[in-house]
């Protein structure tokens, strides 16, 4: 066969392959991209198209969990590669030392390769590197870099009409403004992208539908995130796309849970935790086995005695896994499922040997630990002590609302403020005091009807600081589930905290603006 014919077959193939991969697919991309290698490597005139298509593989095998593989490929490659193909061959590189958690090492690869491509030669290969890059600037909590890659991502796209590209910047942006709490911004990206997604990529609608039930969470719109999250489960498992199944699960049982449907939630939180083991993804499996015990916790029907044991074996097994404020949040679902099986003492011993929250643990941890110090002093008959622990609670949540807005509450935060509240008004009831049932049933509508505000604070440091502590909270997370080390990143939380709680202090309050407002 002539060089021409094989060449003309080879990028016919390169370019199915590319098609596939977009369209998540890796599977297929990688038949196909070898199907165009046979050809490619039957004359060496055809050297170009055969490392394009080794850098095109490389990604196709690293999706599919052969990361070596695609280091190895792509080591072939550069031994074949002309100067010209060297700046795809950095980035595609940096794509998978990425993947691997090697941020620093991929962040320096993006830098040449950017620098090295025009988007007059290689638009494409420029957005897919600036896309790339702003992900890992996003990681890193370079918040401002990240939108400016992107921005950049999306125009050379849009004027070289690569449809499908600005749909992915769009997304990531729309990412970006979950984190800046501009939720209706970030749902009209996701709107936009999922009407682009339908015609160009359905195998990315999966991933969409996850990104877009978080923000709905976070708006409060648990109902509308149940219907992203069921077709979300129903693609992700059709693509076999086994992480943003199990993803998709959890979040649908962080949905469910905070609608009131607790059953529904273990359920799905069950599920998610089977579907993380098949991916030997341990620490997510053992993160979701907490949620399904306080969801089955929240039932009340399951036997609390039970609750408690799971509960005691969870605890240990997180805290060998490196999540130690999980390990104590299991300790404290041990202790009120103690209380609620008729064992107050064993309780107290457990809270008494509990150190109290710490400056940079999650609300979520805080609140879990008034209510449970309440729910024991209540079972002793200590009942000032009970009252102090709920108002202490309801006090933390309301100044977290106050400071970072509801976008930041965590499931169990939201669910332990509905304990409180209801913990509260039952023991103002029994007590028969009308001042105290008033009061705790304001207090209860306050947590009930108080919606979650859906744009970034007025004042624009507090705004910049309050994006920065989400990233750096979920960077945080991230690398407590890939058991990296985290102390590093406290002294960082703990000053952007500080400073948003200065920021609040100068800055009137809602109410204070709209009586203002009035007298004028």
């Not at 979950?178 to 996701?190: E, K, M, S």
């Not at 499922?337 to 309780?347: F, W």
């Not at 991230?478 to 406290?490: K, V």
Request: net charge positive; glycine share 6%; aromatic share 4%.
């Amino acid at each position: 066969m002539r060089p021409a014919t094989l060449a003309r077959r080879a990028i016919r193939w390169h370019a199915a392959g590319l098609a596939s991969s977009d369209a998540g697919q890796p599977g297929r991309a990688a038949r196909e991209l070898r199907a165009g290698l046979r050809l490619a490597k039957r004359h060496p005139a055809l050297r170009d198209i055969h490392v394009r298509l080794l850098i095109s593989l490389a990604w196709a095998e690293s999706e599919r969990s052969r990361v070596e593989l695609g280091f190895r490929l792509l080591d072939e490659a550069e031994a074949l590669a002309a100067a010209p193909q060297r700046p795809i061959l950095l980035g595609q590189r940096a794509l998978l030392l990425k993947r691997s958690g090697r941020n620093a090492e991929a962040l320096s690869q993006y830098d040449e390769s950017i620098d090295l491509l025009s988007d007059l030669t290689h638009p494409l290969d420029l957005v897919k590197a600036l896309n790339n890059r702003g992900l890992v600037h996003v990681e890193a909590g370079n918040v401002r870099l990240a939108r400016a890659d992107l921005r950049r991502c999306a125009e050379v796209a849009a004027r070289y009409g690569l449809g499908l590209h600005v749909a992915m910047a769009r997304t990531n942006l729309g990412c970006l403004d979950v984190i800046a709490g501009d939720l209706p911004a970030a749902l009209r990206a996701f709107a936009q992208s999922d009407a682009d997604y339908q015609v160009l990529a359905p195998g990315r609608l999966a991933n969409l539908a996850v990104e877009r039930a978080r923000a709905l969470v976070a708006a409060g719109l648990y109902r509308e995130a149940e219907r992203q999250l069921a077709s979300a489960v129903e693609r992700a498992a059709q693509q076999q796309l086994g992480h943003t199944y199990a993803d998709a699960l959890q979040v649908r049982a962080e949905a469910a849970l905070l609608a009131g449907e607790p059953v529904a939630a273990a359920r799905w939180a069950r599920r998610a935790r089977v579907a993380f083991l098949g991916r030997t993804n341990v620490r997510r499996a053992a993160l979701a086995a907490l949620f399904e015990l306080r969801a089955d916790q929240a039932v009340g029907e399951v036997d609390q005695a039970t609750v408690a044991r799971r509960a005691g074996v969870l605890a240990g097994r997180l805290a060998r896994l490196g999540l130690p404020e999980d390990a104590r949040v299991a300790g404290l679902v041990k202790a009120r499922a103690l209380v609620a099986a008729g064992r107050p003492r064993r309780a107290a011993e457990l809270i008494g040997r509990q150190s109290g929250p710490r400056r940079t643990d999650r609300l979520d941890t805080r609140l879990l630990w008034h209510m449970a110090r309440a729910e024991v002093a209540a079972s002793a008959g200590r009942s000032a002590e009970a009252r102090r622990s709920l108002l202490a609670g309801m006090a933390a949540l309301h100044r977290h609302r106050a400071r970072f807005g509801c976008a930041d509450l965590q499931t169990g935060a939201a669910v332990h403020g509905r304990d409180l509240a209801r913990a509260g008004l039952a023991a103002a009831l029994a007590e028969g005091s009308a001042i105290a049932v008033y009061r705790w049933s304001e207090r209860a509508r306050a947590q009930a009807l108080l919606l979650p505000p859906v744009r970034p604070p007025d004042d624009p440091v507090a705004a910049e600081a309050l994006e920065e502590l989400r990233r750096l909270q979920h960077r945080v997370r991230q690398a407590e589930l890939a058991g990296r080390p985290t102390l590093a990143f406290h002294s960082r939380l703990e000053a952007l905290q500080r400073m948003i709680r200065e920021r609040a202090w100068a800055t009137p309050g809602p109410g204070t603006r709209r009586r203002r407002r009035r007298r004028r």
